[in-house]
């Protein structure tokens, strides 16, 4: 049958997939739940009709925010069907951002899973009296359930189907489906509006190069609220995949060795930690067995993708994957086909590393404005090139302007902001191009590279432009570093703000007897500052005289979602880091009173007394690197 408006998707659960015992499962006090396809099928039409016998109206609006649940999918689809806008909401947002969105969006109720959201958002929803309810997905004595509203309509389920199908029946694929609201760098999140045919012609078009079929499993960890990872997931059920929602973020490894999937989505900071985690049960070998280890490391992040590789390195990758790789695929279940990564640049290396030990990585590029795949990589060699982003996707058009933007058009790009006119006309043009705010090249004029965020580069004072996103992924690579944030706009050099991995930080501090009281100290510890510089300079001999860091920063803070540094999706929040460490920016460029100790400055405007200091550290750790 045609797929035409999502919850057109249900009906393949009704006659291909009917047999599918596990179309979804999520885990509850420690044992896997599963949802049938007739769960599906049954619970998202009844879920609709008690929309409808509540009096919701076409085209009103229903929030969510909820981790990753069948019910949210249930949920996703009965408000498809009755006619009415889902808008997904993440669970890390704070009160400031929450209460814009529950008013700019005009909801009329809300559903949350579980007892803390609710006490998180019910105070804010209480002072918007266009919000009739909350409801919880999970039972919480003395707070409604949406069950209730099943089962409420299951007591008038004939005359309600009957108007359900009238509904069902007025939908058209052009219809609002959904409203994503952006993660919000910068400002107020914007309300993307997408359609059935925006989302559903993006998961149609990938759903050939899903590299698993109907029998086999996914695990899901993303946010469902996330449009990446929600258009894969209509991808999936359109093929029959079974799907499997992960605890949490930290039972990723338990979750992947239980139901030993054939494939999961990702983001690049997810896959940087698994790679870390990795490195540091190398670390722990001794003798032979970890000079293998390291050995097939360097071998896997010197794989070619293009079909370079000789036969002698053949030869070795066989060999390491028989004595290192294969416990790597054990890690991830056994199964793994591909894993797909989105949402930011990954570092090559670690695209080759991880392809050369058995585990595909597909990367692709998109945003929530582009519903979102623009292009991807497939399984195919021919058709894939590691270090992009993969060709154009199909149905999808894509060009780089005069200063380097990519600009897309297609059936994927979203209707318009919400109720802002003026900030859809300034990304979609008047020929229909999105404009995406990324600058990008193709490489063999047919794999997109992203090198950039157009509006995040900037030029030192010497008129040198400086590409922050590229330097900032090659120090990636360092398992000192896990956040970096370049500088330097209009100054006269480039500098660095440095968030450290305190867990590997404290591990070396422990090695080398640094004594220390807490991460501030830390931090100021002369010998961990040219632990660090050492670092830079690794990195700075690859790069441009104008791009070299000649100054940074260590800070005392992890950098996270809840303490606003990083978005939902781990981007970094740009703003909030200049605000949060303005005095220290100042004391960077010596616009400001120099009240700490100087670490990474500029070798050439340090004194002859300070290079003789550092000489002496360096020996200090050249020696105790040594022992």
Known sequence: MEVKRVFDILELYKTDYAELK????????????????????????????????????????????????????????????????????????????????????????????????????????????????????????????????????????EELMKRLNEIKNSVDENDLHTIIYTSGTTGNPKGVMISHKNILSNAIAVKPIVPIDHGQKMLSFLPLCHIYERMLNYSFQIKGISIYYAESLGTIVNDLKDIKPHLFNSVPRVLEKFYDKIISIGKDLHGIKRWIFFWAVRLGTKYDDRGKNSAIYNFKLKIARKLVFKKWMAAFGGNIVAVVSGGASLQVRLARLFTASGIRICEGYGLSETSPVLAVNPMDWDNACLGTVGPVLQGVELKIAEDGEILAKGPNIMLGYYKDTEATAKVIDEEGWFHTGDIGEFIDGKFLKITDRKKEIFKTSSGKYIAPQVIENKFKSSSLIEQLMIVGENEKFVSA??????????????????????????????????????????????????????????????WSQPTGELSPTLKLRRSVIFRKYELVLKEIYGHGADKTEDMGKDKSSESFESRITNGMRKLINIQSDKD
């Open 22 to 157: 596990d179309a979804f499962s999520y885990k509850d006090k420690g044992s896997w739940v599963n949802f049938s396809a007739h769960d599906y099928y049954k619970y998202s039409h009844l879920f609709a009709c008690g929309l409808i016998n509540k009096g919701f109206a076409k085209g009103e609006k229903i929030i969510t925010m909820s981790q990753s649940l069948p019910h949210w999918n249930i949920a996703d689809m009965g408000i498809s069907l009755a006619g009415l806008v889902h808008v997904p909401i993440y669970t890390t947002l704070g009160a400031e951002e929450l209460e814009y969105i529950l008013r700019h969006s005009e909801a009329k109720i809300i559903i949350v899973s579980d007892a803390n959201l609710y006490k998180k958002l019910k105070p804010i929803a209480d002072k918007i009296p266009e919000i009739q309810k909350v409801f919880t997905f999970h039972h919480i004595e003395g707070i409604e359930n949406w069950v209730s509203l099943i089962q409420e309509a299951q007591e008038n389920e």
């Open 497 to 558: 703000l440095i968030s450290p991995n305190f867990n590997y930080l404290h591990f070396y501090a422990n090695k080398h007897k640094i004594h220390y009281r807490d991460n501030i100290e830390l931090i100021k510890n002369p010998e961990v500052i040219n632990k660090f510089q050492k670092e830079i300079d690794l990195v700075n001999e690859t790069l441009g005289d104008h791009e070299k860091i000649k100054r940074f920063r260590l800070v005392s803070e992890e």
